[in-house]
Every structure is written in C-alpha cells, then in structure tokens.
C-alpha cells in the first residue's frame, strides 16, 4: 500500500509540475490536455522532473533548450550560422556548414515535449520527438543545472524517462545479467 501512495505522489506531482510549466511558458498550437499520451504526433504540454537543484528553472531549461534547437537547424525555423554557430554532435563532420543545417532540416519538432534533472549535478535533459515521430524516443538536449553547455546527446532516448514515468529497473537490468 505504501508503494501505490508513493506512485499516487509521483504522478501528482509530475501533473502539477506540467500543468505550471505549460501556463507559465505560455505555449501555443498544443491542443492536447494529456502531458502522457504518446501515441499522437501532435506535442502534448512539456512534462517537468525536476530534483530542485538551485540552478535553472525548468521553464527555463526548456526556453534555452527550443532555442538551441532553433539556432541549430534542427527545425523548419531559418537559421543564421553567423550570429549562432553550429555545434557539431558526436561524429558529425562536413566542410561546408550549409549542407549539416540542410541534413538536419526539420527533423526535430520546435517545442520540447519534456524535461528532467538527472545525475549528481542535477544537469537537465530536454526532450524533443523528432520528425517523423518514433514511438518513446526522442532527441536530447543536455545541459548542466545553470543551462551553459548546451549539446545533443548523442544517443536517443526513451520519452517516458524525460516523462518520470519508466519503471523502476530490475536486479537484472543494473548489473546487465539475463
């Protein structure tokens, strides 16, 4: 019984920290209600895990994070390489800037789907599906707690852990045993 009140807390909680996190950023063009839904393309209200650490605010994480993306060609949004240059991922290399802002052209949405605190310097995670939608995975936008050091991790990632709502892992799967 303990168990389910926890979980009862946690999703609480999670429902409150979107809820504020959608009214205060003031989001427009989400129709959706439901910050769980996963299986439509369209962004539900960004969902907010947050450990509370004193850096950044998690509006503002996903404020910096959007326009990172934004600034770095990943959307349909215009982008001006001299004012922001482009940040390389992992293996990414090209001698002309033009033709890494053409292969990243619209391949991730503009608005964040969700955020989360994560590791012991509470470094945030910014969600965003990607174009054409992959079922629970998404791109990341990795940053420490006072939002400096912007970067797309260079992996995906599973949307239900930004969400909060991965389940908990087993024996088996912390020591890679099968």
């Known amino acids: 019984m303990k168990l389910y009140h926890i979980l009862l807390y946690s999703l609480l909680s999670i429902g409150l920290l979107a809820f504020a996190c959608n009214n205060s950023s003031k989001r427009k063009g989400d129709t959706s209600t439901n ?8 962004s539900p209200p960004p969902t907010v895990s947050s450990k509370g650490s004193g850096g950044i605010s998690a509006v503002k994480a996903l404020q910096q994070a959007e326009a990172f993306v934004a600034a770095q060609g990943y959307t349909d949004a215009a982008v001006d390489y001299q004012q922001h240059p482009i940040t390389y991922e992992k293996g ?12 990243r052209k619209n391949t991730l949405e503009s608005k964040a789907m969700g955020a989360r605190q994560y590791g012991k310097n509470f ?9 054409p939608y ?6 990341v936008v990795v940053m ?3 939002g400096k050091n912007m970067k797309i991790a260079p992996q995906n990632m599973r949307e239900d852990w930004i969400m909060g709502l991965e389940a908990q892992p087993s024996k088996d799967d912390e020591t890679g045993d099968e």
């Not at 290399?93 to 292969?103: N, V």
């Not at 945030?124 to 599906?129: K, L, N, P």
């Not at 992959?134 to 791109?139: A, C, D, G, I, S």
């Open 92 to 103: 990414e290399f090209a001698t002309d800037t033009s033709s890494i802002l053409e292969f």
């Open 123 to 131: 470094s945030w995670a910014v969600g965003f599906r990607q174009i």
């Open 134 to 139: 992959e079922n629970n995975t998404v791109r």
């Open 35 to 42: 910050a769980t839904e996963t299986t439509t393309v369209q």
């Open 144 to 146: 420490d707690s006072l």
